[in-house]
């Protein structure tokens, strides 16, 4: 008798604590409502050193291309478009979107750096160290090298990485790097160098075998110069292999 009624009890107890897990389980989502989106937050990482892309853009970007995101279901909200169409702008590097509890969408994003300004008369754009070109801002300029001249379209990507990769290696180097006070092309596409001190013209020609041609003026500098004096020679010729023509 004793057992009988022991197990009903064990029974029983089972039963009662099922209803209050439940009870307590349909409340606590009953409570939980779906939080939806109430605005942005954009965060620039380097908007200290770089102002190619601003908050209002990005709001810009998300209205035109993307739409509405405010009072959407944060779950509903296509985060992964959202960075790809971000990254599809020329002055971002890299673009990352996410939402927190507190109803907010989150974008941060990282600027591509410049590190060379192509400009001919008042057109131009920059490139950062890969030679991927991005456009000029009115409102802000990088310090960075200029090459002027005949410059590459902006969708010239071979040469216009083949270039960036001559102002790599010169900003690079210890003994070029404050060296050269321009870097100019002519019409026929070949590149020049002209010395901050000096009235030589260095004629790189097309950026390539640039340890070579950086040799060859070492050479120059260290016994062309020193044998013929300032001001002998006009321009230096570098394009030819195991040639340095001097006139």
């Given at each position: 008798?004793?057992?009988?009624?022991?197990n009903?009890l064990?029974?029983?107890s089972?039963?009662?604590?099922?209803?209050?897990?439940?009870?307590?389980?349909?409340?606590?989502?009953?409570?939980?409502?779906?939080?939806?989106?109430?605005?942005l937050r954009?965060?620039?990482a380097?908007?200290?050193?770089?102002?190619f892309?601003?908050?209002?853009?990005?709001?810009?970007?998300?209205?035109?291309?993307?739409?509405?995101?405010?009072?959407?279901?944060?779950?509903?909200?296509?985060?992964?478009?959202?960075?790809?169409?971000?990254?599809g702008?020329?002055?971002?590097?890299?673009?990352?979107?996410?939402?927190?509890k507190?109803?907010?969408?989150?974008?941060?994003?990282?600027?591509?750096?410049?590190?060379?300004r192509?400009?001919?008369?008042?057109?131009?754009?920059?490139?950062d160290?890969?030679g991927?070109?991005?456009?000029l801002?009115?409102?802000?300029?990088?310090?960075?090298p200029?090459?002027?001249?005949?410059?590459?379209?902006?969708?010239?990507?071979?040469?216009?990485?083949?270039?960036?990769?001559?102002?790599?290696?010169?900003?690079?180097?210890?003994?070029?790097?404050?060296?050269?006070?321009?870097i100019?092309?002519?019409?026929?596409?070949?590149?020049?160098?002209i010395?901050?001190e000096?009235?030589?013209?260095f004629?790189?020609?097309?950026?390539?075998?640039?340890?070579?041609?950086?040799?060859?003026?070492?050479?120059?500098?260290?016994?062309?110069?020193?044998?013929?004096?300032?001001?002998?020679?006009?321009?230096?010729?570098?394009?030819?292999d195991?040639?340095?023509?001097?006139?």
């Amino acid at each position: 008798m004793k057992k009988a009624v022991r197990n009903i009890l064990i029974v029983i107890s089972a039963v009662v604590i099922t209803i209050v897990l439940s009870w307590a389980y349909l409340a606590g989502n009953s409570a939980r409502k779906p939080l939806v989106c109430k605005g942005l937050r954009v965060t620039i990482a380097d908007s200290t050193t770089n102002s190619f892309i601003s908050k209002a853009d990005i709001s810009r970007f998300l209205k035109e291309e993307y739409g509405t995101y405010k009072e959407v279901l944060l779950d509903n909200i296509n985060l992964d478009k959202i960075e790809k169409m971000l990254e599809g702008k020329s002055a971002i590097n890299k673009a990352e979107a996410f939402v927190t509890k507190d109803g907010m969408l989150n974008v941060s994003v990282t600027q591509r750096r410049p590190a060379v300004r192509f400009q001919s008369g008042n057109w131009g754009y920059y490139a950062d160290a890969e030679g991927r070109s991005f456009p000029l801002q009115r409102s802000y300029a990088s310090h960075v090298p200029v090459v002027d001249g005949n410059i590459p379209a902006m969708t010239d990507t071979v040469k216009i990485v083949r270039t960036t990769a001559l102002v790599n290696f010169l900003e690079k180097s210890s003994t070029w790097k404050n060296k050269f006070v321009q870097i100019r092309i002519n019409e026929k596409g070949d590149i020049i160098l002209i010395p901050r001190e000096g009235k030589e013209r260095f004629i790189i020609g097309q950026p390539c075998k640039l340890e070579e041609k950086g040799e060859k003026m070492k050479m120059y500098y260290t016994h062309i110069l020193p044998a013929k004096g300032e001001g002998h020679y006009k321009t230096i010729d570098l394009r030819f292999d195991g040639q340095i023509v001097c006139r």
